[in-house]
C-alpha cells in the first residue's frame, strides 16, 4: 500500500486531535507552503479539538459550540481529513498502516501520538458507584450537570489544578463542596506550604471546605454514592465524587506497537520528539522527554511547533520547558516560575506575607542577591510577567531584591527585557517577535496584535505585558496611544462621568462647550445621554436628539424602521388579564408577537406613529416600559420557587419582582439583566447574568459580572447566604460603581475582566467598602430609585412629546416601507435581498447630479425647474435632529443642526438597505463636516454633499433648505420628477419589488 496521495504528498496521520494535535495540525499547515504533506487525524471524541483549558467556562455556556478551537470548515479548506469519533486502534510499524476502530485503514509516511492522558482513578473500593464522575472531557462536564441536579453535596479528590477547577464548577452548580486532598497542602506541585495556607484560606472564604492529608478509603452507597471514608477513620456524606487526582500518559497505542516507554508511562522521545521508531513522533502530555512528563499546555505547543517545523525542512531541537504557570483559581491569582523549589545552596527566598491583603510572594534569589531563580506568587500575580522574565533570562537585577518583592515600578519596566525573552508561554511569542510585528504591520491596538501573533490568546495571563510593549511601541513611534471617547472628548467615558457629576452639567450643550469641541457625534452623544441619566434621571426624551433611535422612540428598531414593543413583566409574572390585553392590542395592530428568553412578551411590527397610541392602551391594563431599548435594567427573571417548585427554598417570584421594581430605568453603561433562582437546580440561570441571585437554606448566593451573548462568561460569587437587605444594599452598591466607573458599552463581564485584582478586589468593595465609597453608592443609587418615572406614560400624557411620533411633520399620510408576508400564521416584514440592495436601484441615486438638480445629467439640455416649498415651520423639526417630511410620494429628511446654526436636507432612505430611517439618526459632525448616522447600521453621510462618510460607495441625495419668518423651504423639483426617483414604493422592500425600469424610463421621458 502506497502511503502518498495520488498528488504525491506524504501522508502523516494524526493520532488525538486534542489542543496539541490541534496546533500540530496548524503549524504544519503553515509551514507547509508547497503542500508536500496530507494530514490525517483521529479524534476518539465525538467532536474535535476544543479547548480544554477554559472547560469550566462549559458551565456557563452549555455549549460545546463555544469551546471549539475550528469550525468544520477550516478542516475542509485546509484539506486536513478528521474522522471524529473513530478511535486509532492499532500501528503495524512494519507496513506503515494505522487502523481505526471503525475498521479505517490509512498507510503513513509519519505518525505523529498526540494522545495526551488520562485521569488517575485512585484504586479505592467504590470508585466505580453511580455518582463518581471524572472532569477530563466535555461528556464528563455534560454527566455531572445532569447528576448535580439530583445531589446537594459534591467532593472533589485532588486538590491540584484541576481539581480546583473541578470545584469551582461544583460550587457554581449549587453544590456545598469539599475539596480532599492526599497532600499536606493544595496545589502541591506549584505553591510552598505558605502559600497553599493562604489559598486554602481564601478558598474556604467562598464557601469550599477544604480536607488536607486526607486519603480515601472507601466510597460506602447502595449502587450509588453516599458517603466517603477515610483511612483516619473520619467520614465525608456526600452525593456526588469528582475524581481529578492527577493523569497518566495515554501511551497504550504506543506500548501495543512496542515503542519504547517509561517505566512510569509515557513515550520516550528524543530532542527531535522521535520516538523509538524515527517514523513516529510523540508530542504533548502522551510524551516522556528527558524523564519529564509535561501536563501543561505551553510546553505541548512548543512540541508541535518543533515538529512542524523540521517535518518542513527546519532543523529545532526541544531542550525542555518552562514550568511557569499563572492561573486564576476560584478567582484567586497563584503562580509559580523559574526555579521555585531551589534548595539553600542554590538559592536565598525572600517573603512577603500580608495576612490582611491575602497576599502572599516568596522571591528565590541567587546567593549574592543578584539574580532572580524563581517564586511562588498567591493573591496578587500581576507582577508574573516580569519577575518570570527576569527568573529566566538570568540577568543581573536592575534593583536590589527587596525592591523586587515589595512591587518597585521599576521592576515592572519592559525596558530591560532582552528581545528573546518570552512574553505569551502558552504560543512562545517573544518580545522581539512581538515588537516586530507591531512595526512591520502597523498595528494600533490589542485586538490586531491578538490576531497577528497569537499573544494573549491563550490562558490570557500575558496581556498586561503585550499590552506595555504595545503601548511602549507605539510612543517610541510617535504614536498617541488614543483612549478619548472619540474626536469631540479628550476623555474617557469615566472621566466624563465624573467631570458631568461634579460640574453638576446638565446638557450635552454644557458639557461639549465646557470640555470638548465641535458638535458631537453617534458616539459621545449617547454616552452623554447615559451619564445625564444615571446621574440626574431627567426623562430620556428631554434629551431626545442625543439617543440613538431606540431610546429617542422608546422602542427597539427592527427591520425596515418598524419597532417592537416589550412592557415589563416583573420577575415574568403576569396574570390573565393583562395576557388578553397583550393579545388584544396585537391583534388590533396587527403586530407578531414572541415570547422572549427573558420570561415577556415581544409585539413586533409597531409604525412609529403608532407607539403612543400601543403605549396607551398598556398603560392603562397597569403595563410599564420594559426598557428593553435601552442600555438599562431589561429583566429580572426568575423561577417559581416555593410559591409552586417542591424543591424551592426561598419565595424567588417575590424577591425577582422587587428587584426588579427597584432597579427599573437604571440606566448604564450597557444593558444589564438579572435573575432569582429559587434552589440550586438554577432554573431561572442566574450565574449568567449581570448579577443573579440563588436561594440557599440561609438566604440568597450574590453572583455577579456574568453573561450570556457572544461570549458567555460564568458569573462569579461576591458574597453568600444574604438576607433580602443585604443583598440588595450590596447590588445597590455594584450597580453604582459599575454604572460610574466602566467604560461605555462594556458590559459587566468585560468590566470585571479589565479590573486590576478582579473579583477579590471588587468584593473589597462592595463587601468591605475598601475605597469608603460605600454610603455614597447607596444614596445615588437611591436617588435613582426615588425619581423613577415611566417614560412610556411621560409620553401617553404630554402632547408636546407625542407630536414627535408623527412619521410625517407636514401631513398626517401615513405609508408602509417594507411588505409584509405572512408566515405560521402571524404577518413579519419581507426578507432583505440576501446580497444587500440592488445597485441597480441606486442607479439615479447616485448619478453625479449637483445637489439641487438644476439638470438630469451631464448629456441633458433641459433645465429642471425647481422651486421653494414649504415643509413646516420651525417648531416642527427637533433641535440638533431631524424629522420627515413627505413631497408627493417621495420621503425628505429635514435637520435642524442649531448647535451649528444650519439646516439641512437629505432623502429619508438609507441606501444600504432602503430603510426610510435617516430622519431619525444622530446628527454631529467628522472633522468639521456635519454628518448624519443611520439608525439601523451606523453608517454615515455628509449633510452637505450627500456622501458616504464610512468609506462605503453609497451616497445621498441632499437639498438647499431655506428659514423664513420661522417658515422652513425647501428648493425641489416638481413632483413627479423627484418621485420617479426617490418614491417609496421603488424601494420598498417585498415579495414582488417595484419595477425599477419603469421608474427609469419615466425619469427619462421626463
Given at each position: 500500500m502506497n502511503p502518498q496521495s495520488e498528488h504525491g504528498q506524504k501522508t502523516i496521520v494524526v493520532i488525538g486531535h486534542g489542543m496539541v494535535g490541534h496546533r500540530f495540525?496548524?503549524?504544519?499547515?503553515?509551514?507547509?507552503?508547497?503542500?508536500?504533506?496530507?494530514?490525517?487525524?483521529?479524534?476518539?471524541?465525538?467532536?474535535?479539538?476544543?479547548?480544554?483549558?477554559?472547560?469550566?467556562?462549559?458551565?456557563?455556556?452549555?455549549?460545546?459550540?463555544?469551546?471549539?478551537?475550528?469550525?468544520?470548515?477550516?478542516?475542509?479548506?485546509?484539506?486536513?481529513?478528521?474522522?471524529?469519533?473513530?478511535r486509532a486502534s492499532a500501528i503495524d510499524r512494519e507496513h506503515r498502516i494505522v487502523t481505526s476502530g471503525k475498521g479505517l485503514e490509512i498507510a503513513y509516511d509519519h505518525v505523529v501520538l498526540a494522545t495526551g492522558s488520562i485521569p488517575f482513578v485512585p484504586p479505592v473500593p467504590g470508585i466505580d458507584k453511580l455518582g463518581v464522575f471524572l472532569y477530563r472531557t466535555i461528556d464528563d462536564l455534560e454527566r455531572i450537570l445532569a447528576y448535580a441536579q439530583k445531589v446537594r453535596k459534591a467532593a472533589v479528590i485532588g486538590g491540584g489544578l484541576l481539581g480546583l477547577e473541578a470545584a469551582k464548577a461544583t460550587l457554581d452548580l449549587g453544590l456545598e463542596t469539599h475539596v480532599v486532598e492526599f497532600a499536606s497542602r493544595l496545589m502541591p506541585r506549584q505553591v510552598d506550604d505558605a502559600g497553599s495556607r493562604l489559598l486554602v484560606r481564601k478558598i474556604e472564604a467562598l464557601g469550599v471546605t477544604v480536607h488536607l492529608q486526607k486519603s480515601t478509603r472507601e466510597i460506602l452507597g447502595d449502587q450509588q454514592v453516599e458517603k466517603m471514608v477515610f483511612t483516619d477513620g473520619s467520614e465525608l456524606e456526600v452525593g456526588m465524587i469528582v475524581v481529578s487526582a492527577g493523569i497518566r500518559p495515554r501511551d497504550e497505542l504506543a506500548r501495543q506497537c512496542g515503542l519504547q516507554v517509561g517505566e512510569r508511562g509515557g513515550v520516550a522521545v528524543n530532542d527531535l520528539l522521535q520516538t523509538s521508531d524515527e517514523r513516529v513522533f510523540a508530542i504533548g502530555e502522551v510524551a516522556l522527554h528527558r524523564s519529564m512528563v509535561y501536563g501543561l499546555v505551553a510546553p505541548g505547543y512548543e512540541m508541535a511547533d518543533i515538529l512542524a517545523t523540521n517535518l518542513c525542512g527546519g532543523n529545532r531541537q526541544f531542550s525542555g520547558a518552562d514550568l511557569s504557570t499563572k492561573l486564576k483559581l476560584m478567582g484567586v491569582d497563584v503562580a509559580s516560575f523559574g526555579d521555585y523549589e531551589a534548595p539553600p545552596?542554590?538559592?536565598?527566598?525572600?517573603?512577603?506575607?500580608?495576612?490582611?491583603?491575602?497576599?502572599?510572594?516568596?522571591?528565590?534569589?541567587?546567593?549574592?542577591?543578584?539574580?532572580?531563580?524563581?517564586?511562588?506568587?498567591?493573591?496578587?500575580?500581576?507582577?508574573?510577567?516580569?519577575?518570570?522574565?527576569?527568573?529566566k533570562t538570568g540577568k543581573p537585577l536592575p534593583m536590589v531584591p527587596g525592591e523586587l518583592i515589595i512591587g518597585k515600578k521599576a521592576a515592572a519596566s519592559v525596558d530591560g527585557m532582552d528581545d528573546d525573552c518570552q512574553v505569551c508561554s502558552c504560543n512562545n511569542v517573544t518580545k522581539g517577535q512581538l515588537c516586530g510585528v507591531i512595526a512591520d504591520k502597523n498595528l494600533t491596538n490589542l485586538g490586531e496584535v491578538k490576531e497577528c501573533t497569537r499573544a494573549g490568546t491563550g490562558c490570557g495571563g500575558c496581556i498586561p505585558l503585550v499590552t506595555s510593549l504595545?503601548?511602549?511601541?507605539?510612543?517610541?513611534?510617535?504614536?498617541?496611544?488614543?483612549?478619548?471617547?472619540?474626536?469631540?472628548?479628550?476623555?474617557?467615558?469615566?472621566?466624563?462621568?465624573?467631570?458631568?457629576?461634579?460640574?453638576?452639567?446638565?446638557?450635552?450643550?454644557?458639557?461639549?462647550?465646557?470640555?470638548?469641541?465641535?458638535?458631537?457625534?453617534?458616539?459621545?452623544?449617547?454616552?452623554?445621554?447615559?451619564?445625564?441619566?444615571?446621574?440626574?434621571?431627567?426623562?430620556?426624551?428631554?434629551?431626545?436628539?442625543?439617543?440613538?433611535?431606540?431610546?429617542?422612540?422608546?422602542?427597539?428598531?427592527?427591520?425596515?424602521?418598524?419597532?417592537?414593543v416589550i412592557p415589563r413583566v416583573p420577575g415574568g409574572e403576569i396574570t390573565?388579564?393583562?395576557?388578553?390585553?397583550?393579545?388584544?392590542?396585537?391583534?388590533?395592530?396587527?403586530?407578531?408577537?414572541?415570547?422572549?428568553?427573558?420570561?415577556?412578551?415581544?409585539?413586533?411590527?409597531?409604525?412609529?406613529?403608532?407607539?403612543?397610541?400601543?403605549?396607551?392602551?398598556?398603560?392603562?391594563?397597569?403595563?410599564?416600559?420594559?426598557?428593553?431599548?435601552?442600555?438599562?435594567?431589561?429583566?429580572?427573571?426568575?423561577?417559581?420557587?416555593?410559591?409552586?417548585?417542591?424543591?424551592?427554598?426561598?419565595?424567588s417570584v417575590a424577591f425577582a419582582i422587587r428587584v426588579e421594581n427597584r432597579y427599573k430605568g437604571l440606566r448604564a453603561p450597557h444593558k444589564i439583566k438579572a435573575a432569582v433562582s429559587g434552589c440550586t437546580r438554577e432554573c431561572a440561570e442566574a450565574q449568567s447574568k449581570d448579577f443573579g441571585l440563588i436561594a440557599t437554606e440561609k438566604g440568597y448566593n450574590l453572583y455577579v459580572c456574568g453573561n450570556g451573548g457572544a461570549k458567555p462568561r460564568h458569573a462569579d460569587l461576591l458574597a453568600a447566604d444574604l438576607d433580602e437587605e443585604t443583598a440588595i444594599r450590596f447590588i445597590d452598591r455594584f450597580l453604582m460603581y459599575y454604572i460610574s466607573t466602566a467604560d461605555r458599552l462594556t458590559r459587566t463581564s468585560v468590566w470585571l475582566a479589565n479590573m486590576d485584582g478582579g473579583i477579590a478586589y471588587l468584593r473589597d468593595v462592595i463587601v468591605n467598602d475598601r475605597l469608603g465609597i460605600a454610603d455614597e453608592l447607596e444614596r445615588q443609587l437611591q436617588f435613582l430609585v426615588d425619581s423613577y418615572k415611566c417614560e412610556w406614560a411621560e409620553v401617553v400624557n404630554d402632547p408636546a412629546r407625542r407630536r414627535w411620533f408623527k412619521q410625517f411633520m407636514n401631513t398626517d399620510e401615513t405609508e408602509s416601507c417594507i411588505e409584509f408576508v405572512h408566515e405560521r400564521g402571524q404577518r413579519r416584514p419581507?426578507?432583505?435581498?440576501?446580497?444587500?440592495?440592488?445597485?441597480?436601484?441606486?442607479?439615479?441615486?447616485?448619478?453625479?447630479?449637483?445637489?439641487?438638480?438644476?439638470?438630469?445629467?451631464?448629456?441633458?439640455?433641459?433645465?429642471?425647474?425647481?422651486?421653494?416649498?414649504?415643509?413646516?415651520?420651525?417648531?416642527?423639526?427637533?433641535?440638533?435632529?431631524?424629522?420627515?417630511?413627505?413631497?408627493?410620494q417621495s420621503q425628505i429628511a429635514v435637520f435642524h443642526f442649531a448647535s451649528r446654526g444650519e439646516w439641512y436636507a437629505t432623502q429619508n432612505m438609507c441606501p444600504h438597505k432602503n430603510a426610510f430611517v435617516l430622519s431619525r439618526g444622530i446628527v454631529g459632525d467628522q472633522n468639521g463636516i456635519p454628518k448624519v448616522a443611520c439608525p439601523l447600521h451606523k453608517k454615515t453621510y455628509s449633510l452637505e454633499s450627500g456622501a458616504c462618510l464610512s468609506g462605503e460607495e453609497y451616497s445621498i441625495r441632499v437639498f438647499p433648505v431655506k428659514v423664513e419668518d420661522r417658515d422652513v423651504y425647501l428648493e425641489l423639483p416638481p413632483q413627479h420628477i423627484l418621485d420617479a426617483e426617490l418614491a417609496t414604493d421603488l424601494y420598498c422592500i417585498g415579495d414582488c419589488p417595484a419595477d425599477i425600469n419603469s421608474a427609469a424610463e419615466v425619469a427619462s421621458i421626463t
Open positions: 495540525c496548524e503549524r504544519l499547515i503553515e509551514y507547509d507552503r508547497d503542500r508536500n504533506f496530507r494530514i490525517v487525524t483521529f479524534c476518539e471524541e465525538p467532536r474535535a479539538a476544543y479547548d480544554r483549558v477554559g472547560l469550566t467556562s462549559f458551565f456557563a455556556s452549555r455549549s460545546a459550540q463555544a469551546l471549539m478551537l475550528a469550525n468544520v470548515d477550516w478542516y475542509r479548506d485546509h484539506g486536513i481529513e478528521l474522522h471524529v469519533g473513530d545552596e542554590r538559592a536565598r527566598p525572600l517573603v512577603y506575607d500580608d495576612p490582611f491583603g491575602g497576599v502572599y510572594k516568596k522571591l528565590l534569589f541567587s546567593p549574592d542577591g543578584s539574580k532572580l531563580v524563581g517564586g511562588v506568587l498567591v493573591g496578587d500575580a500581576g507582577e508574573y510577567a516580569t519577575l518570570s522574565s527576569l527568573a504595545l503601548n511602549r511601541q507605539l510612543a517610541a513611534a510617535g504614536v498617541k496611544v488614543n483612549q478619548n471617547l472619540c474626536e469631540h472628548f479628550e476623555y474617557t467615558r469615566q472621566e466624563l462621568f465624573q467631570i458631568v457629576k461634579i460640574k453638576e452639567f446638565k446638557t450635552f450643550d454644557d458639557l461639549v462647550q465646557s470640555h470638548g469641541r465641535g458638535q458631537g457625534c453617534e458616539i459621545c452623544k449617547p454616552a452623554v445621554a447615559s451619564i445625564l441619566a444615571s446621574l440626574w434621571n431627567d426623562n430620556i426624551m428631554d434629551h431626545a436628539t442625543l439617543q440613538d433611535t431606540n431610546d429617542r422612540f422608546l422602542a427597539n428598531m427592527q427591520r425596515g424602521g418598524l419597532y417592537s390573565p388579564d393583562k395576557l388578553i390585553v397583550l393579545g388584544e392590542v396585537a391583534k388590533k395592530y396587527s403586530l407578531y408577537t414572541k415570547i422572549t428568553g427573558a420570561q415577556r412578551v415581544d409585539l413586533f411590527g409597531a409604525e412609529v406613529q403608532d407607539l403612543p397610541d400601543i403605549w396607551e392602551e398598556l398603560v392603562a391594563a397597569g403595563f410599564e416600559s420594559g426598557h428593553a431599548y435601552g442600555k438599562a435594567l431589561r429583566t429580572v427573571k426568575s423561577c417559581v420557587g416555593t410559591t409552586w417548585c417542591r424543591y424551592g427554598v426561598q419565595d419581507a426578507d432583505w435581498p440576501r446580497d444587500g440592495v440592488d445597485l441597480h436601484q441606486l442607479t439615479f441615486l447616485n448619478r453625479q447630479q449637483p445637489a439641487s438638480l438644476e439638470s438630469a445629467s451631464p448629456d441633458d439640455t433641459q433645465e429642471i425647474p425647481v422651486r421653494w416649498v414649504k415643509v413646516g415651520i420651525v417648531d416642527d423639526f427637533p433641535r440638533d435632529g431631524g424629522a420627515s417630511i413627505k413631497y408627493g
